[in-house]
């Protein structure tokens, strides 16, 4: 027997099916197609949960998603933790393990509920008046305080071992929501061939079909019929059924995100199945078929075990077969929870008595629970709920005032009546409208492709409903480009009064009272909240929920937001659409971070980018740097050297004999077209029409705004072809930008440009061997200096396959950087190698190149330039075309305060002691002795130590910096400051002599 | 995730295939050398910024890769059109009431 | 105005909480004020708030089109720090971080400004330099700002991934522990009740449909939703609609508008102790003292009036939490909103007289305004008190866009090389 | 396939390509690599398209989205100035192209990209893991080619049959997308 509670013969699932489970450490027994929440229930488990702020006793309030009490934590193992589930939703699977939440030390017995004791003082926005003296003790025992109150559930600690995955869709009609409406609308959507997408968020199809008994359709029962046409869905080529998946955001252009949960609910899901799947649908036509959910009624001590939503005791029963209560009351404002009642009653269980405020109500449902001998009461109201961990009572008046009765029960079912679920509309920026007479807002203006139909819509009755959804999925399909529809409509036999309700406080929890009756359960907000909020000049309903915190908890204000308006506006003395609605946010119920990252984590979080002779540094164990989304080899240590030997090492080899650097990443763009030379006039500030082919120039790029963007060597490989490098990380801005000119400012010229950043593998070889260990292996070009001068480039062959061949430095040595087809690389390197190793030639890295060109004093754009550098700031002025007319920056670069005295410039800066490294970064200043705050002159853009001139060396942006040669600056370090003398930016070789030795 | 009219492609693709690159129609001038700091300011920095129907220009730059210009009212996103660049600035936007 | 304090909360227990006043008046505006404020969010009440207490000028009124503290007041993530590079910024959002100290005090409401530090962590070398030029700086302008290992940094926020694993692993970090959040709901109407108690009308629900300006060009007043309503000095502290309304007035700006998301998940139990920050790999986070986290992340990539964004903004900025804290996975998003935030070309904003005699603007905070707010409110109140900037807004003029002496924190982190 | 890594003649260094080799199969998708091929990236204005077809020897495409393909050559319509060109068998395009004097641009890009096959009847629902464009048959029919994304890069996608769709990429993100499309086609099987 799975729960004493569990009626046999009741309900739809299978009692063979059982499953075991835990629930705060206690075994229980239920059956496979259970949620947690009917599970418990059938074992008489109501106590679940506390509050947030009181720690008050909680326990189901609904069936759904809509439920703010039932949190619990489901744990499938030590890195499975989740917390915050719904009880209501979660399935059950044998073995599963759930906790109760934010109690201690037991749910029974919770130290926190002092806080429900000493609620007067605990009332809305307290916080905000007190916890101010003394000052300090905000930080050191408040705070900590209030934030170990807080929370609910425990974050996971550990990396998540499952994964989620994400499918993009397209399709005509996207219907969400499974009920009978839904389900008519994908039906009269699919029979035109249109594509269609039907998504409900329960396990199984149905909605409030799930438990109205009263519903016939087409001759079977509701909740048969509706398995029937998904079947029918199912099986059409056309159509894609998603069950367990919620629509949680409608985005612009009929942009949907859903997460459907894939094996949350399976005992073993096994390695194969993600956890999550994300679909983002992008639908022609949507149609919204989301429902309505029911509310509760507002009076004290509303909130006890055991007091649900009316219908959530009929899913329970209907489907689940399990009986909420053994002497069940009823509190109603509508039709609806006769049915639940007379559902019960019929299944044996005793209902104590109906309680309804309506004065007169008449009707088939009425005169059908009298007939089955249920009391029912008229124009009465609950006043009170008794018990504690579980309701025992409830205390009835007549709702004008007059004598208490107190009936003994073991539930209460309220229904205040429905509030239609506009939620996805209004996230498409339609505009709800308040329908007076039937006090609740519809939707009003579409902004969007999309439509409502059913109860979302505010249509009473399955036969409307039906209409509407057929003709709306029928259009919807129709106006997606579809065929005519030439199906039949599903035809109503039989259906359930649908009656209207109440909003706000019930009799009792009115203005004059200060009874706890809950509008927000889960964040303890209560009718006399509300009421304080709008007395303390907050007059808009975003005030009073921020104020309150209704609506705020984890259900999003589902079951309390219209209670919660209603009693602001009756407060206010104002009508409710003057108070206005609170705007209704992605998304509709709490999604996971791995479902909306889904594929995007661990190596697929970014792409790691390698080159093609990547595989040999690894070999040679070299340490990787991040640059971009590049891995680049840092420096490669022999057994022994950390990071300063093995740069040293490296830097000392590279001007003794010869390096081989990878500088594939370098980014290329080949320039060819009859115009190519007027495009690089234009883009770069150098002149280019005279270059030869066949020569070099070191490029600038400006913006428009004169700052230095980007730079790098430019070949001119023919009089309409040039190879441009530029920095790594600027390769893809860097084509943007030229595009962007030469698609939109000089779209007259006659050139175009294609990235080659990956077509061709570079290695720098650098040093005075250099030539001696390339020459070997080159076919077709000549070597000598007079065939092949410092800043020339080639074309021919080098291990039998083509390369450019540069002759350049970025080092001051001798140099090439020889690019080849990049497949080729690793091969042509290894070939280099070889070839070094007769010369003494090493591999270096990234920090060595640093180090090699910094003693050169070459810049790096984006290190020693920072986006507000001119070339005359970084004293490349030489390389600005003085006789251009025109270039991009031409104009930026004459602003006032571009060419004002003072600038920061770049210079060198030797350290007093030469031992001293600089930290890059650190800040320099004139007069070491101020007080703080210092006035600062510039900074250390890069600061090493060179091996190869027995000291330190460093570049820095300093005020005025060109006009200090000599002078002595000081760099305050938390540990003393450091002396340094401002010297030019060539540290080795100022002659440059050795680029040809 | 908008849905934009790539006029090249001549059809709508996801906003991932594309580069939003700011206001359009903000010619460059001719001669630029020339222009004064006020001139160059209002080139350079100053925006429409519009609430309302705002000229822009997008990159279908994982597309065709050409840059185009769009029309889109700022306040609720939709486009009222594309067109390729260079075209004029239209004069009269379909669908315009008054 | 009732003092509020835990014995004012106790006597209000014993009667049902029927004894609080309101904590700001609506009143009906009147046809004149000394000063008009456009724009009740934090910056405009708080700019109300000095005008009073400071200068003496209680004749003010706040317009506001929606209600107070309803724009990006309420939709930010409510990171506070001072930690800028530049003198000028390290000024004003220092001059902040003072008046936040202290500012519950001041107001007598709990604004909860809680200095749990902010981490801003190096992915790469390059980060490092950048980061490392901040500390230094910082330091030289008597700003906390402490660089910390990656194992530092592990224990200064537990939940931190800081595997050599990571796509990015972390490097480094820069603290500032003066550095945290604040309540941002709070810190408006604690503005906004301060600034009512000494006369100032907060009048909401109206809107700003024109500014009025006499035949030399001064400001008359402003047309609104509520009629004219006039005043010889008016401050706009609109931010996403600050070039609309400077618009109105002729006045033509260096600014673009664009959504801003951000996202909270379901409250848990205290994890997340401080901010953390990541500019290489994107996002930021903190917890509330509810128990959510905050998180936030980069723009979309148009200008947009529409407070809404795309999904994938939201995707990239989870994808990087779950990078920085991959435990977070099953971790639920709860709500996500977006803000319109006004952006200058070098992401400093404008503080300043415009060129029209008696209009001041107060905007182009970008993203990260909400930090800035009393010091904003409190040098405004004095440029437009004294028509004449306080030195420490002084820097940040509209024309520093013709003169290029741009303050620009964006560059000087330059993208990687 | 043929073999990944092939020397192009006794005397020249070994090509390595990316990736090669590397396949997974699921249940309803294979990825494989393929092999190393020609390819060019051609410009040209409309004036040229006529010359340029006939010197390569099929018809250069002018509407979007499509592609043409002879013999083991295609080329894909990336722009309205831009083709993709691909010779499976390595005859040498750009030579073919150097004979054309009409304006253009001829860059050999054969090492640059990668390419992969993605086959089987959830090929498209894998590619739609992280490809927000519509892969139905309608709107991306046989012969359809199109920049596009997948996650957080860059491809080139082209739709062979009605069941295989070939993905190219740069080289150096040629990691990702394999991976990607691994992960991808184990959950499109399901």
Request: charged share 20%; aromatic share 8%; with cysteine.
């Amino acid at each position: 027997m799975s729960g004493a509670f569990r009626i046999p013969r009741a309900g739809r699932l299978s009692q063979a099916k059982t499953a075991r489970f835990s629930f705060d450490g206690q075994s229980y027994t239920g059956i496979e197609g259970d949620t947690l929440a009917s599970a418990l229930l059938a074992n008489g488990v109501h106590l679940v949960g506390r509050s947030f702020k009181y720690h008050r006793p909680r326990g189901f309030l609904s069936a759904g998603a809509e439920e703010p009490n039932a949190l619990v934590q489901v744990e499938r193992d030590a890195a499975r933790k989740a917390p915050n589930i719904r009880a209501t939703v979660q399935e059950l699977y044998d073995g599963l393990v759930a906790q109760s939440q934010n109690r201690w030390p037991s749910l029974a017995f919770d130290i926190g509920a002092v806080n429900d004791i000493a609620s007067p003082l605990f009332s809305a926005g307290f916080y905000y008046k007190t916890f101010m003296w003394p000052k300090a003790a905000w930080k050191s025992l408040y705070e900590p305080k209030i934030r170990a109150a807080a929370g609910l559930g425990v974050s996971p600690d550990k990396p998540d071992p499952d994964h989620y995955s994400s499918r993009y869709a397209h399709c005509d009609v996207l219907v969400l929501g499974g009920g009978a409406a839904g389900i008519t609308a994908a039906l009269a959507a699919a029979e035109t061939g249109a594509r269609v997408i039907l998504a409900d968020e329960q396990a199984d199809f149905g909605g409030s079909l799930r438990f109205e008994t009263g519903a016939k359709i087409d001759g079977q029962d509701g909740y048969g019929w509706a398995q029937a046409a998904i079947a029918k869905l199912k099986g059409m080529d056309n159509v894609r059924v998603l069950s367990r998946t919620t629509a949680f955001g409608y985005y612009a252009q009929n942009f949907v995100g859903l997460v459907e949960r894939v094996s949350d609910h399976l005992q073993s899901p096994g390695h194969d199945l993600p956890r999550e799947r994300l679909w983002q649908v992008r639908a022609k036509r949507v149609v919204l078929a989301t429902g309505s959910i029911e509310r509760h009624m507002v009076f004290a001590d509303n909130d006890r075990p055991g007091i649900m939503l009316a219908s959530a005791a009929r899913i329970y029963l209907n489907h689940y077969g399990v009986a909420v209560g053994k002497n069940v009351g009823v509190y109603t404002a509508n039709d609806s929870a006769y049915a639940a009642a007379i559902d019960l009653k019929k299944a044996g269980v005793n209902i104590a008595a109906i309680v309804d405020l309506r004065d007169h109500p008449t009707g088939p449902v009425i005169d059908e629970a009298r007939a089955l001998g249920i009391e029912v009461n008229f124009g009465r109201a609950v006043i009170r709920a008794g018990g504690k961990l579980r309701v025992t009572s409830m205390t009835v008046q007549p709702k004008n005032g007059g004598g208490e009765r107190t009936i003994p029960v073991d539930a209460i079912l309220m229904s205040a009546g429905w509030t239609p679920s506009v939620h996805l509309f209004s996230q498409s920026r339609g505009k709800v409208a308040f329908n007076d007479e039937t006090k609740r807002f519809v939707p009003g203006i579409y902004a969007q492709d999309c439509i409502s139909v059913g109860a979302c819509n505010g249509t009473d009755g399955l036969s409307a409903s039906i209409d509407e959804a057929y003709a709306a999925g029928a259009k919807a399909a129709k106006d997606a480009g579809a065929k005519t529809a030439k199906g039949t409509k599903p035809k109503v036999d039989a259906s359930e009064s649908w009656s209207r309700g109440m909003l706000g406080a019930a009799p009792g929890a009115g203005p004059d009272k200060t009874v706890k009756a809950f509008v927000d359960f889960q964040n303890d907000v209560a009718a006399k909240d509300i009421r304080q909020a709008v007395h303390e000049g907050m007059r808009s309903i975003e005030h009073v929920k921020r104020f309150t915190t209704n609506g705020m908890a984890t259900d999003q204000g589902k079951t309390s937001n219209m209670h919660g308006l209603a009693i602001a506006a009756e407060t206010l003395g104002k009508p409710i659409p003057e108070v206005g609605l609170t705007t209704f946010r992605a998304p509709y119920t709490p999604v996971t971070f791995g479902a909306i990252v889904s594929h995007a984590r661990g190596p697929l979080f970014d792409p790691t980018r390698k080159t093609a002779i990547h595989p040999w540094a690894e070999a040679q164990g070299a340490v990787f740097e991040d640059v971009g989304q590049w891995k680049r080899a840092w420096y490669f240590p022999k057994a022994g050297e950390d990071m300063h030997k093995a740069v040293d090492r490296e830097c000392v080899a590279v001007r003794t004999n010869a390096g081989l650097f990878d500088a594939s990443t370098l980014g290329k763009i080949e320039v060819v077209g009859p115009d190519a030379a007027k495009f690089m006039e234009l883009l770069y500030t150098n002149p280019w029409e005279k270059l030869e082919p066949g020569r070099c120039r070191y490029g600038i790029m400006l913006r428009e705004d004169g700052f230095i963007y980007d730079d790098g060597v430019v070949g001119r490989l023919a009089p309409d072809r040039f190879h441009v490098t530029t920095t790594t990380g600027g390769a893809p801005r860097v084509m943007n930008h030229m595009e962007d000119y030469l698609q939109t400012e000089f779209p007259h010229l006659n050139v175009w440009l294609t990235s080659i950043t990956e077509q061709w593998a570079v290695i720098a070889v650098q040093g005075p061997k250099s030539r001696d260990i390339i020459a070997p292996l080159v076919e077709g070009i000549d070597m000598s200096d007079e065939a092949l001068p410092h800043m020339s480039v080639r074309e021919g062959k080098i291990c039998g396959v083509p390369t450019r061949l540069f002759r350049m430095s970025f080092t001051g040595e001798r140099g090439f950087e020889v690019n080849v087809p990049a497949d080729y690389g690793q091969t042509v390197w290894e070939a280099l190698w070889a070839e070094g190793q007769k010369h003494g030639a090493t591999a270096y890295g990234t920090e060595a190149m640093h180090v090699l060109r910094a003693e050169k004093g070459y810049i790096i754009v984006g290190q020693d330039t920072d986006g507000t550098v001119t070339p005359n700031d970084a004293g490349l002025d030489w390389a600005v075309g003085k006789k251009k007319t025109d270039f991009v920056g031409i104009r930026g670069l004459t602003r006032p305060d571009l060419v004002a005295k003072g600038r920061k410039q770049l210079v060198g800066l030797k350290t007093k002691d030469p031992k001293v490294v600089l930290e890059e970064g650190a800040q320099i200043v004139a007069d070491p002795k101020q007080a703080i705050p210092m006035k600062m002159i510039g900074h250390v853009t890069s600061s090493y130590w060179s091996q190869n001139c027995g000291r330190s060396i460093a570049l820095a942006l300093v005020a005025g910096g060109r006009d200090r040669m000599g002078e002595t600056l000081y760099v305050p370090m938390p540990n003393g400051v450091i002396e340094v003398e401002v010297t030019g930016m060539v540290f080795f070789d100022e002659t440059g002599g050795r680029l040809n030795d | 995730m908008l849905l934009i009219r790539c006029p090249y492609c001549e059809e709508e693709r996801p906003e991932l295939e594309f580069r939003n690159a700011g206001e359009a129609h903000i010619a460059r001038s001719a001669n630029m050398a020339g222009e004064s700091d006020d001139d160059f300011e209002k080139f350079f920095f100053i925006r429409s910024n519009p609430k309302g129907i705002i000229y822009e220009r997008w990159r279908h730059i994982h597309g065709c890769a050409r840059f185009f210009n769009a029309v889109r009212d700022t306040v609720t996103d939709k486009f009222v059109m594309t067109y390729k660049a260079g075209e004029p600035k239209p004069s009269k936007l379909p669908g315009a009431v008054k | 105005m009732k003092k509020y304090s835990v014995f004012a909360i106790a006597r209000e227990a014993m009667r049902g909480h029927k004894g609080w006043e309101e904590q700001w008046s609506s009143p009906e505006p009147n046809k004149e004020y000394d000063v008009i404020i456009v724009g009740a969010g934090g910056h405009g009440l708080a700019t109300a708030y000095y005008l009073a207490t400071v200068h003496g000028i209680t004749n003010v009124a706040v317009l506001e089109k929606g209600w107070l503290g309803g724009g990006n007041t309420g939709r930010n993530t409510t990171i506070i720090r001072s930690n800028y590079l530049y003198d000028e910024s390290a000024g004003i959002y220092d001059h902040a971080l003072k008046l936040w100290d202290g500012l519950s005090q001041e107001l007598n409401y709990n604004v909860m400004y809680s200095a749990r530090g902010v981490m801003m962590l190096a992915h790469n070398v390059h980060d490092i330099q950048v980061l490392k030029r901040h500390v230094h700086a910082n330091r030289l302008n008597g700003i906390d700002n402490e660089w910390l290992t990656p194992e530092q940094a592990k224990e200064f926020c537990p939940p931190l991934n800081i595997s050599k694993q990571a796509r990015y692993p972390v490097v480094g970090a820069a603290l500032q522990r003066r550095g945290g959040t604040a309540r941002h709901d709070a810190v408006a109407w604690g503005y906004a009740r301060g600034a009512s108690a000494r006369g100032v009308h907060i009048i909401q629900n109206c809107e700003v449909t024109g500014v009025k300006r006499a035949a030399n060009g001064a400001v008359m007043g402003v047309d609104t939703t509520r009629g004219f309503i006039g005043a010889k000095k008016v401050g706009v502290v609109a931010a996403g609609h600050s070039s609309v309304i400077m618009n109105m007035a002729g006045v033509r700006m260096p600014l673009e508008s664009y959504p801003l998301q951000a996202l909270v998940s379901e409250p848990v139990k205290p994890v997340v102790p401080c901010v953390v920050m990541s500019n290489t790999v994107h996002a930021y986070i903190s917890q509330s003292d509810k128990g959510e986290l905050v998180i936030g992340a980069g723009t979309d990539q148009y200008v947009s009036y529409s407070q809404t964004g795309g999904l994938h903004i939201l995707q990239h900025t989870l994808d990087a939490i779950c990078e920085m804290f991959p435990i977070f996975t099953r971790m639920k998003m709860l709500r996500s909103w977006g803000g319109i935030v006004d952006v200058t070309p070098d992401r400093s904003p404008i503080l300043a007289k415009t060129p029209v005699p008696g209009l001041y603007v107060n905007c182009g905070w970008g993203t990260g305004g909400f930090k800035a707010t009393p010091g904003s409110g409190h040098v405004f109140a004095h440029t437009i008190a004294k028509d004449d900037p306080h030195p420490i807004n002084a820097p940040f003029t509209i024309e520093r866009f013709r003169t290029g002496r741009l303050i620009d924190e964006a560059a000087a982190a330059a993208v990687a090389h | 396939m043929t073999k990944a890594a092939a020397k192009t003649s006794a005397s020249s260094a070994e090509r390595r390509p990316a990736q090669a080799g590397r396949s997974v199969s699921a249940k309803n998708v294979k990825v494989e690599v393929l092999p190393p091929a020609e390819r060019v990236s051609l410009r040209a204005p409309e004036a040229s398209i006529a010359a340029l077809s006939k010197a390569l020897g099929l018809t250069l495409p002018k509407s979007p989205k499509t592609s043409a393909s002879k013999a083991g050559r295609m080329a894909l319509w990336l722009g309205p100035d831009e083709w993709f060109l691909i010779d499976e068998a390595g005859k040498n395009l750009l030579a073919d192209c150097a004979k054309v004097s009409a304006l253009h641009s001829a860059v050999g890009i054969s090492h640059r990209n990668v390419a992969f096959e993605v086959t089987g009847p959830a090929a498209a629902a894998a590619i739609n893991a992280g490809c927000p464009q519509d892969l139905s048959l309608e709107a991306f029919p046989v012969g359809a080619a199109s920049r596009t994304v997948l996650g957080k890069c860059e491809i080139l996608l082209l739709r062979t049959a009605a069941n295989a769709f070939w993905v190219e990429c740069w080289r150096s993100f040629s990691d990702y997308v394999f991976t990607f499309l691994s992960e991808a086609a184990s959950d499109a099987a399901a």
